[in-house]
């Protein structure tokens, strides 16, 4: 086995990766991706290889009981897995960069100082996202790590998309919408020229419909504005987070019924959304198919959001070319897109019910004046990407 980059996706109770080989002619290639869930609970290492093929499906005893357990699983893993193979480098997501990263960076002690200090602004992701990089830190002090951020896509928005109209001392202390989803959109944008010529030059709205959801404003590519903002609350209805929110609410809740800062942070960010409406489940594989009221009323809500996002990014964009659905529900469910397509008619959107039922790539009919697309997201291989251009991997190959 050859030298290999790691691509780390660390959260609160998972801990994701990729293994991709040295790139050979600038392409890298995928040789395993899988992830270990349950970390504090009931954990578990998953992987596949490029194909599909299982590699492990087993639990890991219980000292894997937080982040750094975890990588020093996943390290054991690999070593068995891959042996003496050298690793060139690792590339984590990294949720916030705030206003001074705008692009990967390779990380230092002075970086990880800056990224400490962004953990309010994502405090369910960042202290996360910090430690695995910690952890190998002191496990592999000589492999050098890069930073890729969800934020620093969006830093072409023009300043106005960038405003939140506070007083000055608190936009100067960083309160300003930064957009997330960055890696996902990065990713798409790259591929658009390819997949669909006739709109990667033009306006482009890209949903991204996972647990976390946006839409992304795409001008000839570049992002002018997106729909989540200072953190990943707002825009759109998400699984467990409310999206767009009156301030107000936040106010009442601390200062009308009492609540600390701590139990509105929970409620925001891991008890509302689908989860909430519905009063089931978080996930629309489980909403779909439910009869009960409430899982109708949190999908229909979940549509309503979008539609309405949708109208307004357009309103940006000062019109719509092109309309691009990615992540676990816009890749997967042809009903979530048919009745937003349904809801967007009025710019143009024609459904090839057909194309859309087969999740097909293209899935507007010809004549639809907005062209709509299925295309899957691969922010790990954005990820690799970056790595590889910062330690100038690429060029490591004869
Ligand atoms: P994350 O934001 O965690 O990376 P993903 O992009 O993987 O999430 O999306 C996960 C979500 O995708 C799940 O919570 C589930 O709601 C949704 N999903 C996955 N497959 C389907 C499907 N076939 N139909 C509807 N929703 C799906």
Known sequence: MDDYALVLNSGSSSLKFCVFMRPYQGAWQLESRGQIDGIGTSPRLSARDSLGGILSHSSLDDTVCDGRAAVDALG??????????????????????????????????????????????????????????????????????????????HQTYPSVAKLIPLPKDLRTAGVQRYGFHGLSYEYIASVLPGLAPEIAGKRVIVAHLGS???????????????????????????GTRPGALDPG?????????????????????????????????????????????????????????????????????????????????????????KRICDASSWLGIELDTQANSNNRS???????????????????????????????????VA
């Open 249 to 337: 609410v936040v106010l009442y809740l601390y200062q009308g019924l009492g609540l600390s800062a701590k139990e509105i942070e929970t409620i925001l960010y891991k008890k509302s959304g689908l989860l909430a409406i519905s009063g089931i489940s978080n996930d629309m594989r489980d909403l779909l198919p439910a009869g009960e009221p409430d899982a109708k009323l949190a999908i229909q809500y979940f549509v309503y959001r979008a539609a309405k996002e949708i109208g307004s990014l357009a309103a940006v964009l000062a019109g719509v070319d092109g309309l691009v659905f990615t992540a676990g529900i816009g890749e997967n469910s042809p009903e979530i897109r």
């Open 212 to 238: 976390g959801a946006s839409l992304c404003a795409l001008k000839n590519g570049v992002s002018i504005d997106s729909t989540l903002g200072f953190t990943a609350l707002d825009g759109l209805c998400m």
């Open 76 to 153: 054991s893993w690999l070593r068995s897995r891959y042996g003496d193979a050298r690793v060139l480098g690792v590339g984590h997501r990294v949720v916030h960069g705030g206003a001074k990263f705008d692009r990967p960076v390779l990380i230092t002690r002075e970086v990880l100082v800056d990224l400490y200090q962004l953990i309010p602004l994502a405090p369910l992701h960042q202290p996360y996202n910090l430690a695995a990089i910690e952890r190998i830190r002191e496990r592999m002090p000589d492999v050098p790590q890069v930073a890729c951020f969800d934020t620093s896509f």
């Open 362 to 396: 293209r899935i507007s009919t010809l004549q639809s004046k907005v062209s709509t697309w299925v295309i899957p997201t691969n922010e790990e291989l954005m990820i690799a990407r970056h790595t590889g251009a910062l330690l100038g991997l690429l060029q490591a």
